[in-house]
């Protein structure tokens, strides 16, 4: 069973992605909202896969990224975008993001984006 941690900031969309992970088997060992949050829980809970927002109030997702990725080079993150983010997905693949999520969440995209990991 893969664990996941969840940071976003919306309590919404955090308890929508836990619905769905945990009804396909996977362990959500954590959540956070904001990128440092993200980051803390990260190094603490060593999660075989991230999804991270990327807009989050203080540190973002991408900045939480780019620190997931340097303390640990093959962290698996999954990026979280809403309409409108090219430039942001485009940033977030030159920081390590190996897999997209578009909100709103739909059950099949976000169980295949995981899978992908
Ligand atoms: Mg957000």
């Not at 809970?45 to 075989?48: M, T």
């Given at each position: 069973m893969k664990s996941v941690l969840i940071v976003d900031d919306s309590r919404t969309s955090r308890r929508f992605l836990r619905d769905i992970l945990e009804r396909a088997g996977y362990n959500v060992v954590g959540e956070a909202i904001n990128g440092q949050e993200g980051f803390d829980q990260y190094v603490k809970?060593?999660?075989?896969i991230v999804t991270m927002d990327i807009t989050m109030p203080g540190v973002d997702g991408i900045e939480s990224l780019k620190l997931i990725r340097k303390n640990n080079p093959n962290a698996k993150v999954v990026m979280i975008t809403a309409a409108g983010q090219k430039e942001k997905m485009m940033e977030a693949v030159k920081f390590g993001a190996i897999e997209f999520i578009t909100k709103p969440f739909m059950e099949e995209s976000v169980l295949s984006a995981l899978r992908r990991c």
């Open positions: 809970l060593v999660p075989d």
